[in-house]
């Protein structure tokens, strides 16, 4: 079965210092590996995707294979990213497997 | 449209009470998913349809939960005679097709008392 685990609920910094958000994940396979973020108030939207290798709002995220982990990385945290964020997989485009979440806050 | 809209945002219901969720995906998604989301956890798929076709439907709870999207498009979310542990926000989600970006509503929170 499918399992994604972020281990922290609450990752408070303060503005300019680094975050890593973690996940971790069980499958037996080749997923794709998703993080997704909802602001407060707004719906959850996708913040990046494995495959595109992407930076997005100067987060990160590197897929360790051998580690099965898929954390998130910004090395400057702004007040703006306070969030929440959820870590997800898929297997061949279908449904998604949420991560519990964590609550970043980013204190000025 | 300009996204995936649900209704009603709210949902106050008493708990035995039959109650239904709307989804309207954007226009021309072809998939569409359910998920449910319980307080402080992740969501947790439920259902998904290809058009009118139901492909997957493992997530739903039980037999009181049932969904429908007859022509393709607007999807409703069934659950009968709700039980306080159905309370929860419940997120709809369409994709143009599997492997592209998901899309998701704004999410319906049902609170049965």
């Known amino acids: 079965a499918q399992r994604v685990t972020q281990p922290e609920k609450l990752l408070s910094v303060f503005k300019g210092a680094p975050v890593e958000l973690k996940c971790n994940y069980s499958?037996?396979?080749?997923?794709?590996l998703f993080w997704y973020v909802q602001y407060s108030r707004q719906r959850l939207q996708l913040l990046l995707r494995?495959?595109s290798r992407e930076s997005i709002k100067g987060f990160t995220a590197d897929l360790n294979k051998g580690e099965t982990s898929f954390h998130l990385k910004k090395p400057f945290a702004q007040e703006e990213d306070s969030a929440m964020y959820y870590c997800?997989?898929?297997?061949?485009?279908?449904?998604?497997?949420f991560g519990g979440g964590t609550r970043l806050m980013v204190k000025p | 449209g300009a996204g995936v809209s649900q209704s009603p945002r709210y949902k106050v219901a008493k708990r035995g009470q039959d109650v239904a969720l709307r989804c309207d995906p954007i226009s021309g998604h072809v998939s569409l998913f359910w998920y449910q989301q319980a307080l402080g956890q992740g969501p947790e798929f439920l259902t998904y349809?290809?058009?009118?076709?139901?492909?997957?439907k493992s997530g739903l709870p039980s037999d009181r939960f049932f969904a429908e999207r007859p022509e393709g498009s607007v999807s409703t979310l069934k659950i009968q005679r709700t039980q306080q542990e159905d309370s929860a926000v419940y997120l709809c989600a369409s994709n143009y097709d599997l492997n592209t970006e998901a899309f998701f509503g704004q999410g319906t929170r049902l609170t049965v008392v």
């Open positions: 349809f290809q058009n009118e076709a139901q492909l997957d």
């Open positions: 494995h495959i």
């Open positions: 997800a997989l898929t297997r061949a485009g279908n449904m998604l497997t």
């Open positions: 499958y037996s396979g080749s997923p794709e």
